[in-house]
């Protein structure tokens, strides 16, 4: 059982370029979870979807990002016009149900490490 | 809580010995609590979990500990080896909301 997939591992974009992150949930998960990560930093949460809905993208930034889930294929973290400050570690988790509800863990991909030159 | 941008704390034990790595968490609403591990270069990965109706809850090696009067929240790792270096992370579920993380400690494991 495969787990959680992102690609690419290594992004690097030119200011005032698009950047696309990728992540394929595990198998059975229909929840999707996007974090951001600065070095020697916690975890952010950006973003929580399901198939097609949005859920809570309360930590996303209002311009530049958006965030998809469709209903086929992987979910994606889109990030438009990149400025330098968006160099991070962008993580994605996907889970069975939501936390709390069906006391299942999130399960994480090993990131995608942009860098905005 | 959210990290703010402060360097991790920082935990040297020697191999062998019992580590503990606390965390405070800031919810009193929040229902579950996980642990992660993440180690250079790779995503967080679960080490065990525990909800808000037990106060401990046993794996393999570890132990987690759970006091919801001082909302802390405690790691216990036995016998700690040096592949148990890593930087841990401690995450609250808050009811009708998302996971949030803690700022984690760095496990430094001297052979």
């Known amino acids: 059982n495969a787990g959680v997939m992102q690609n690419p591992r290594h992004l690097v974009r030119r200011r005032g370029q698009e950047a696309r992150l990728r992540c394929s949930p595990m198998?059975?998960?229909?929840?999707v979870y996007w974090y951001r990560q600065l070095p020697e930093e916690g975890l952010k949460f950006m973003v929580y979807?399901?198939?097609?809905?949005?859920?809570?993208e309360s930590g996303m930034p209002k311009e530049r990002f958006s965030a998809e889930f469709p209903k086929e294929g992987p979910s994606i973290l889109r990030i438009q016009q990149v400025v330098r400050g968006d160099s991070a570690a962008y993580f994605c988790?996907?889970?069975?149900?939501?936390?709390?509800?069906?006391?299942?863990?999130?399960?994480f991909g090993d990131g995608t490490r942009l860098s905005i030159l | 809580g959210e990290s703010v941008g402060l360097h991790l704390p920082t935990l040297s034990v020697q191999e062998g010995d019992n580590s503990i790595i606390n965390c405070a968490y800031s919810?009193?609403?929040?229902?579950?609590f996980i642990w992660y591990k993440q180690e250079s270069g790779k995503g967080p990965q679960f080490i065990i979990d525990?909800?808000?109706?037990?106060d401990k809850r046993q794996g393999q090696r570890v132990t987690v500990l759970l006091n919801k009067t001082v909302k802390h929240l405690s790691l216990q790792i036995a016998a700690t080896q040096p592949g148990d270096s890593a930087v841990y992370f401690c995450?609250?579920?808050?009811?009708?909301?998302?996971?949030?993380f803690g700022a984690g400690t760095r496990l430094t494991v001297k052979p």
């Open positions: 995450a609250e579920n808050i009811p009708n909301n998302d996971m949030r």
């Open positions: 979807l399901q198939k097609e809905n949005i859920i809570d």
């Open positions: 919810n009193s609403a929040s229902d579950y």
């Open positions: 988790a996907s889970s069975t149900t939501v936390v709390g509800g069906g006391n299942q863990p999130q399960h």
């Open positions: 525990i909800r808000s109706n037990m």
């Open positions: 198998k059975g998960h229909s929840h």
